[in-house]
């Protein structure tokens, strides 16, 4: 259960929960009600487009037609998919600075031109993403992490929420909604995603996952678009993998529908809301000189380092003193974040203190060296 490894090291660089969080009982019922419920379903090799009742469910909370849906194995692969279908080749793609390094590795492996906009404390700098499309940048999408980023921990407003949208039709390019943490927020008011801003109007092909929610082993997310593309998505699924895991599926269905998922989720939310408070308060006092905004939900907090410190060098010195810890640059394609990303969710609260003292250590024996 507990991150501290055998050589002693806390990680804060996993983007996944700790095992206390995750209701193990609770999968353990999902998964006998889903072989005596649905004894045929949950073992056969299914459809493509995923387990049918999972997928009645989630097009349900969308407001959206079943054929809207496709239920993937985990979100990853629902991104994957939709990047073969708009991420071509010498295709242009707007994506947010810093963002999800593997969402990076995975457009750049397909030869897109990326077009990194800064991410602001409320989201991607919509003035600039309007400048770039008016000089003439015309992006096939944007890639966009609404709630909670990964690695930045912000939420987007809701205002520029709207703004996107209507550069969306503007200027003609979809945004690809990527959600995995919108359960997560411990603090705050929802905001509506930017799918339902859009009423329907298929600008927004979205994302989300049960992996922050369930857990991620369970390896099931899906995607939300426009029917077509679906189907078309859900042809390439058949020959990609003929169905995704039908056993998971059902049993996150059945996780779904006898209430432990919004147990599982409040759980979930009280433990990170302890765990960020402890983090920030912890780096306020032990760090007076790095810079953060504190999430509102979700996994990550975005340490910004200040002159003087670079994050390479600081990652190598925290592993020395024992804590791991995320370069920035990873998540930035010019390498130059300035910053480290800090992971909440391993860590239990006393974990937490200790690995901000270490972290406290190395950053003093970076600056005496
Ligand atoms: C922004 C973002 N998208 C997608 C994923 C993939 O999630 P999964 O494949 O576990 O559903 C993650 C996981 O950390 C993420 O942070």
Redesign the pocket.
Known sequence: MSVVNATGTISLAR??PSLDIIDVDGLRDAAARAFENDPGGATAYGTSVGYLPLRRLIADWHGVEESQVLV????????AFLFDELALPGSHVVIERP??D??ILALRRRGANLHAVALESDGIDVDALESRLAAGTRPAFAHI?PNF???AGYTLSLEKRRRLLELAHRYDFTIFE????IALRFRGEALPTIFSLDEGAGRVVY??????TVC?GI???YLVGPAELIATIAKRATSTYISPGMVSEAITYEFCTSGALERSSARVRDALAERCERLASGLSEALPETRFTAPDGG??LWLELGQGIDSTKLVAAAAAHGVAIVDGDDFVIDGSSGAVRLSFAPVTPAEIDAAVARLAGAVAALAAS
């Open positions: 983007g996944a993937t194995n985990g979100s990853m692969q629902a991104d963002s999800y593997r969402t992490i980023h990964n690695p990527d959600d995995p943490y994302a989300s996952s049960f992996s922050k991620p390896r099931v997310g996994y990550f």
